[in-house]
């Protein structure tokens, strides 16, 4: 089976509302690595978070290797937010990449 | 971090043709990797190039259709061969630091279209 399930696929708000994306994995991870992409546009790193909780201006990304969930929270959402955002768990194995596959979010005014 | 040009930006070919995507580290970088990604969809890793050595390819990418080139350790090129509209979509050009580096550097894309 998949060995990393991201959720929701999709999910419209409005602008305010606080987003929550969630990465479930089933194989040991050295660390998860979540990214933001625009509509047709290139992908950037938002956080490298091998456990525990990392924040970012308004983001939080939070990693639980026992529970084998890491999550993606937006706060009070803008319409700038809107775009794929894309976990990829990095294998403690061999450093290789195992990508989500992704939650389209649409944040409107 | 790491700066990746990517070039084209976009394309559109006719299919059986070639056409070659270029990326360029602003610095030296130990690995480079080629991903596709089809509309709206994940990405998937089609290869890793390392500096002087053949390209690691993954399933269902091979070496004659995408040849790869890692001349140094700042460029890298990807060739499409005989083109087919199945291959249209996005390609983008990535690296890290190091082996085991944390974050991951993305070109911009190259949106291709095979007619």
């Known amino acids: 089976g998949q060995q990393v399930q991201q959720s929701p696929a999709s999910l419209v708000l409005q602008e305010g509302e606080n987003a929550e994306l969630q990465c479930n994995f089933s194989?040991?991870?050295?660390?998860m690595q979540w990214f933001y992409q625009r509509p047709g546009g290139s992908l950037v790193s938002l956080f490298y978070?091998?456990?525990?909780?990392k924040h970012s201006g308004r983001l939080t990304s939070t990693t639980v290797i026992k529970e084998r969930r890491s999550s993606l929270h937006i706060s009070s959402s803008q319409t700038t937010d809107s775009g794929t955002y894309l976990c990829?768990?990095?294998?403690?194995?061999?450093?290789?990449?195992?990508w989500g596959s992704g939650t389209k979010l649409i944040i409107k005014p | 971090s790491v700066l990746l040009y990517q070039k084209p930006n976009r394309d559109i070919c006719q299919s059986g043709t070639s056409l070659k995507i270029q990326c360029v580290a602003d610095?030296?970088?130990?690995?480079m990797f080629w991903y596709q990604q089809f509309q709206e969809q994940s990405l998937m890793l089609m290869a890793t190039?390392?500096?002087?050595?053949?390209?690691?390819?993954e399933s269902g990418f091979t070496k004659d259709k995408f040849p790869i080139s890692r001349p140094n350790l700042t460029f890298s090129t990807l060739t499409v061969n005989n083109a087919r509209p199945g291959d249209s979509s996005i390609y983008f050009c990535?690296?890290?630091?190091?082996?085991?580096?944390?974050?991951?550097?993305f070109g911009s894309g190259t949106r291709l279209t095979v007619l």
């Open positions: 990829a768990l990095e294998r403690k194995s061999n450093y290789q990449l195992i």
């Open positions: 190039a390392n500096e002087g050595s053949e390209a690691t390819y």
């Open positions: 194989t040991s991870l050295n660390s």
């Open positions: 990535s690296s890290r630091t190091g082996v085991s580096a944390e974050t991951l550097y």
């Open positions: 978070n091998p456990s525990g909780t």
């Open positions: 610095s030296q970088v130990v690995s």
